[in-house]
């Protein structure tokens, strides 16, 4: 079924919760809706949006936004200890997530938490606490917008890398239909990143429920709620620097620089740059630098305007530039 509404203001479609508007908005429920969108659009400009949990709506949107409501979950055994869940591209993922957590079912419990739709986590390859979402995709259905035709992408396909995928690129030829994820019934839990197994108590018994609450307890204790103040969470990308570079930065800092290590290189907080860089509740207008975890950008007012949003980020890129040398990479799309 689809629905189409005219001059529609976006505020509530992006969780920064900035009132922008485009031209036309279209929600479909099935997959076999998009041939007669595709009809509708004709040559006119469009975008598909999940949640709107990584968007900053710089100014209206001329043109249509899609929303899918496929909200369909199909979950079938992959051989004794494996289970392939073929998840709608409308379906919450925390909620999703929660169910799997529910009935003891391994592989996307770290990403807890995180706003979205299942389609934007193979577009946004979202991830945290040392798991992306494309570690666990096994494939993505998707529509063909420029040639109208079902196309199926296997996970080599989709090019997943760090806050990534070919989906980010072709933004405007694919439209996610189905996102099919490969989970465990088998306990395989990822812990030894950002002080993960410190939050579990000794005596607790490890479950995807417990690793979930666990992530749930540490986001909440730095993140602002989304649905309390509007944010598009992490707003930058950790910056992933060179072996010099690195030991330059130990030089500069007088404290240890936290890292990771990629390959040969290293990477480097964001919100720790941040930090040093002084910047921490840094706001202009209703647009601030949340406290608690400098790598967002909050609209803290709650009537904060994109201009205002923007000129708080290009006053962190311009610090962290001039104080280490560093260019910081925004992760949140910037839609114009």
């Not at 995928?165 to 239909?177: D, G, L, P």
């Not at 072996?243 to 480097?268: N, W």
Request: hydrophobic share 40%.
């Amino acid at each position: 079924m689809i629905t189409r509404l005219q001059d529609y203001n976006l505020r509530t479609a992006n969780t920064f919760r900035l009132d922008a508007r485009c031209d036309e908005w279209i929600e479909y429920t099935s997959a076999e809706d998009l041939p007669a969108i595709r009809a509708i659009i004709g040559d006119r400009r469009y975008m598909n949006i999940g949640q709107g949990a990584n968007l900053l709506f710089a100014d209206d949107f001329r043109g249509i936004v899609l929303q899918s409501k496929i909200l369909d979950v199909e979950i079938t055994p992959d051989g004794s200890d494996a289970l392939l869940a073929r998840v709608g591209a409308g379906v919450s993922m925390d909620a999703f997530i929660a169910q799997c957590a529910s009935q003891s079912v391994w592989g996307l419990e770290n990403l807890s938490g995180i706003p979205g739709h299942a389609g934007a986590s193979a577009v946004q390859n979202v991830g945290a606490y040392g798991v992306e979402a494309g570690d666990r995709i096994v494939c993505v259905e998707a529509y063909d917008m420029t040639i109208g035709e079902y196309v199926e992408f296997g996970h080599d396909d989709c090019r997943f890398a760090y806050r990534d995928s070919i989906f980010k690129h072709e933004r405007n030829r694919y439209v996610i239909t189905y996102v099919t994820y490969r989970l465990s019934t088998v306990p395989a839990p990822v812990l030894d990143y950002g002080h993960l197994r410190k939050s579990l108590s000794e005596d607790c018994i490890l479950s995807p429920m417990a690793v979930r609450d666990a992530v749930l307890a540490m986001r909440s204790a730095k993140l602002p709620e989304v649905d309390e103040i509007g944010s598009a969470g992490s707003f930058f990308k950790n910056p992933v620097v060179s072996e010099a570079k690195f030991a330059e930065l130990r030089r500069q800092s007088d404290t240890d620089v936290p890292h990771y290590r990629v390959g040969e290189d290293y990477k480097i907080p964001a919100a720790w740059l941040i930090d040093q860089c002084g910047l921490k509740g840094y706001s202009i207008g209703g647009a601030k630098v949340w406290e608690l975890q400098p790598l967002i950008i909050v609209n803290a007012s709650g009537r904060a305007t994109a201009a205002e949003i923007l000129a708080v980020e290009a006053h962190v890129l311009r610090q962290v530039r001039d104080t280490y040398g560093i260019e910081l990479q925004p992760e949140v799309d910037h839609i114009y």
